[in-house]
């Protein structure tokens, strides 16, 4: 099923390479048997943007991401990203054109540790090369003791529980932890465009809003990143959302500010229809 | 004895383990009634749990994440401490070349499927490959023997690429079935054929170097050693190999692609790693361990048969790799010297084996997953001093 | 001609008992996406039942073949549910929750458990036992071709089973709680089904009829062995793969498509017929990279 891409060029760092929008989705569909789970989705995101992408359940919004990254081949569309038609490609490949994501239920693994964790999302950045990694460990500990730093220092921007206890294992941690390990996990790479799929899913009201402080914090710091948030806690959306696509049954079904969308009737309706 | 056990020095822990242990394996192989043998064990069980509780074994494992190369080295003179004691008998001699082999097979297996998640059930059939390639090359082609080994090896990996477009392609189970009809068919195969040597097998000639034949037993210092004096420093020498080259894998950016690979392939593929790559180096290098082991103990013996290599073989190594813990390479030595050596000693036990370690495996399995030395979080650098109370 | 129509017949039978193992694999699949590997070494449990069954009660003064066949049956059927039921309830689903991967550990640990079991001490086990011949002997002739009545029996016997399962998996109230449990654990049980119930009948049931299984090859071979599983074991499950996992028809297809490949290795091609495992095995090996969900695939259930 995963497509395997050999060539691992290094990230480069956002070096805005196209003028434009910096993701432009036009018209994408995705069936699963008879069910229509997109249908004709567009929408842009500008450098730099937050975009809210709210629905009810079963709307498409955890679909569309997974179009997105390439686990799932979309039926019809395009998804042209930072100047490159992305369409169908790998996950692998959409994840070095710059794309990151979490996922709604956590998807860590338990039994390695946070560095470990955090470190998976940075595979692009590190030397894979079976000489250098089995051969040349000077050069190793080189990369090590940076990406070490680098990792910790992420971590603490989050907190600093996490920050010192780089190699405890992950499956020992409350659900905050691994949400805010995820998170890293996501940014290390320092990614064009991040994508959150529910980080408020197991969390209180506090710590989500903690979260997205410190993710805006790390998005001042590391500049230009782009973020497509699907969440349900409507205020955290409000807060931090440039602008919100809405679906609905697989198809969009208004766009624009969160209060324009949020007086919309159709939204209205959608959301309690549902309810 | 706790107080002072918890101010000794790691590397003095670990050094104490050794000694403990070198004395035991000395004592153990001296035995020759059952009544003797059965008290060991015991004993054993009964000491190791001491250790435990007194945190010995905490304390020297904590050595293997500050010094593991000198706690390596440790390990290696234990085991040439071993095989000096026994240098004049064929039969020690035989048993800790074979438990070294059977290790460095095992840890193999580890990079198959207790790191990536590759499932191999054809462990014996690679092992066994690795053994035929002996028989046919060497003394029988202008190949020197000793060059034989590696040749072993890679036959092992490339035949192993027959089954890994159907390995790499699909999940967890499929493997499986694909692995174990290998094994089950490999010994059929070598008993219909005839320029294999069929049913009986052939013989396999002994390993070479200018000068110097591995049939003979070195004299050393004025003492005529066995010929297996040879192959067990042979065999220390490969297990090493395997053992540096296995965790230095573990300990670097690839041991983690692979294990990111075994717990999760959608995330893995979300962020970059190449699942099929990561699965077919482990499949291959696995192979590659195996077949060099395989085609030394091949010689080792002087004759190769199908009966050697079977299913149930396979799952011997497997048991082996369960046992120690998956991913730990010291428990997989730890658990090959038990697996090889019990029925050995225990000739009450040997033809009951195969019944007795499959249900071990299963307890282990229902009751303690991570085996008995259960793998170490991944420290990529020897873990600095100071941390090592944490 | 005749030797033609012989090895159709053969390859019917065979078909019959592959597809009887498929089944079981392809349940245990579908209640709890596990993969019990143990199924063939029941099997040749059910087969030793069996055969003790059959002997018993030519020990206890019953002649009729027909008792001694019932007998056989009835043991055979019931011992190896009850084992399987065992299996489930102890092995299986206390690892419910670990990695898959320790599930299939655990029933191969156990499958060489049991064969070695049989080995060391069923008396005289490590040589293979004749199973009496409790079917008529008669023949029918068709020009140059025989067809032997116990081999008619057999077939039916199996394609009745497998006609019986279909018939209790979609119109009884039992096989629509398999069915439930199968599609979606959680609904199920908010729906009041009793899922420890559910998953213990299933693998009562798949091992019974594995037990058919082992007990018709026994008759069909007049021999059981302790090894006879794991080739056997081996079969089934590729042949519930590359049928599709979960799917009982790909199983029964898949357990004929088997039978087919190894007449194909033994007639039609130039190779001893030896071979013939190898390359039914190969050609599967091959399905499999080609198709890997198998023929009808399984329902893809992973959740992102």
Redesign the interface.
Known sequence: MMQTTDAAPAMEAAVPATPGPLLDIEALSKSFGGVRALNDVSFCLGRGEILGLIGPNGSGKTTSFNVLTGLYRPDGGKVLFDGGNITGNAPQAVYRAGIARTFQRSRLCLELSIFDNIMVGNHARLNQGLIFNLFNRKAFRLEVESALEEATALAASFSPFLAERMFAPVGALPMIERRRIEICRALISRPKLLLLDEPSAGMTHEETHQLMDDILAVRDRQGGLSIIIIEHEMGVIERVSDSCVVLNYGEKIAEGSYQDVASDRQVQEAYLGSA | MRAFILRLPPLAAAALAFGLGLVYAVVFMEQESDVAVISLVAFAAVAAFAAGRIGLIRRASLAAGTHPGAVAAMGGCMALALIAVFAEDHFPLLMLATVMLYATAALGLNVQ?GYT?V?N?AGAAFFGIGAYTSAELIGKSVLPPVLVLPLGGLIAAVIGLV?V??VV??R???A???T???S??FK??LE?NDTLGGPQGQSVGPVTLPGWSFADGPVVFGVETSFYLNYALAALLVLGLAFV?VR??ER??????L??VR???????????????AKI?AFVAGNLIIGVAGALYGSMLGYVAPTSFT??DS?IL??IV?LGGMGSPWGTILAAAIVVILPEKLQAIQ??R??LF??V??AI??FR?EGLLPRA?????PVPQNEEAA | MDLLGQYLVNGIMLGTIYALVAVGFTLFFGVLDVIKFSHGDVLMVGAFAGFTAALGAAALGFTNPFVQLAASVLFAVSGTALLGAAIAKWLILPLKNAPRLNILLITLMLGTALRESVRLFYPDGSNPKAFPALLPSTAWQFGNFTLRADSALLVIAGIAVIVGLHMLINRTRLGLAIRAVAQDEETARTMGINYTLIVLVTFALGSGIAAVAGVMNGLYYNEVNFGMGLLLGLIGFSAAIIGGLGNLYGAILGGFLFAALQMIGAVALPFASAYKDVFAFAVVIALMGWKPTGLIPERSSERV
Not at chain 2, 252 to 257: E, F, V
Request: hydrophobic share 60%; glycine share 6%; with cysteine.
């Open positions: 499927f998640g499932v059930f089954l477009f159907p392609r699909t967890g189970h499929y499986a079935v694909v174990i009809a290998f089950v068919l059929t195969f219909v080259m230095r894998l670097s950016w690839i041991g983690l692609a294990d990111a717990l999760d392939e959608t995330a893995s593929a979300c962020y970059g790693i190449p699942i099929r790559r180096l299913f149930s799952l497997v048991a369960l033809e009951y195969f019944l499959s249900v495996v299963m399995l229902l997953p979080v991944r420290r990529y650098l």
